[in-house]
């Protein structure tokens, strides 16, 4: 059984069109849920740190949500240059746990113009 | 602009060379990784060094060997490489401690072994 479930696998919207990812988890004792977005042939670049429930972070079309079972990514109204692919991965507590990232399969996001 | 550099960008290898991937970090950061990642899949953990330290060892087959000369340099040795080990790996690192660390991560180095 999956840790981290993203969805859905692939997005397509119309510039403007806003939207949300999910992100569930079924960890125990959470130490942080991070957001990422991998541009193709690229490595991950660090979006967002969420650490508790109720938590919110906001980066200019980009805003992170956290509750106790899952995360939303949520884009305002996008651009082309928002397509990529956003992961989701997690942090569990304890001993060596803390550096170990489970990562989600990735929501492909693709905003035309 | 990731402060985690990688070199090289592309590497071609033969079955019986030895090469190695090298990875800066000067964040000031004491864990680094090596994560390798395959097409349309997400990063799969490799090692992590702390102070310079081997951490964790994911079960890597012993063709892949990880070097830490210093806070700042993590290496990554390749030795007798079949050519299903062809993925980007990616270098990461991130602050040692108690709570969620975020970790951040270079561009990658695209292997591909014939």
């Known amino acids: 059984e999956d840790q981290v479930t993203q969805s859905p696998e692939a997005l397509r919207l119309q510039e403007g069109e806003s939207s949300s990812l999910n992100c569930s988890y079924t960890?125990?004792?959470?130490?942080?849920l991070f957001w990422y977005r991998q541009d193709p042939g690229k490595g991950p670049e660090f979006l967002f740190t969420?650490?508790?429930a109720g938590e919110e972070k906001e980066k200019e079309r980009l805003k992170a949500t956290l509750t106790k079972k899952e995360s939303f990514l949520h884009i305002t109204a996008p651009k082309p240059e928002d397509s990529a692919t956003y992961l989701c991965?997690?942090?569990?507590?304890?001993?060596?746990?803390?550096?170990?990232?489970?990562f989600g399969k990735g929501t492909l996001l693709t905003v035309n113009p | 602009d990731t402060e985690v550099t990688q070199t090289p960008k592309h590497l071609v290898m033969g079955m019986t060379n030895k090469k190695s991937l090298k990875c800066e970090q000067h964040?000031?950061?004491?864990?680094m990784y090596w994560y390798k990642q395959k097409a349309k899949k997400p990063p799969e953990l490799m090692f992590v060094?702390?102070?310079?330290?081997?951490?964790i060892n994911e079960s890597v087959p012993s063709r892949f060997s990880p070097e830490c000369p210093n806070s700042s340099l993590l290496n990554l040795h390749l030795h007798a490489l079949q050519p299903e080990d062809s993925a980007l790996y990616l270098c990461?690192?991130?602050?040692?401690?108690?709570?969620?660390?975020?970790?951040?991560f270079g561009e990658g180095s695209w292997l591909t072994v014939v």
């Open positions: 991965a997690v942090q569990e507590g304890g001993g060596g746990s803390n550096y170990k990232l489970t």
């Open positions: 969420l650490y508790s």
């Open positions: 060094y702390s102070y310079e330290k081997l951490s």
């Open positions: 960890v125990s004792g959470l130490r942080g």
């Open positions: 990461a690192s991130s602050q040692w401690g108690s709570t969620g660390n975020t970790i951040y």
């Open positions: 964040m000031g950061h004491r864990a």
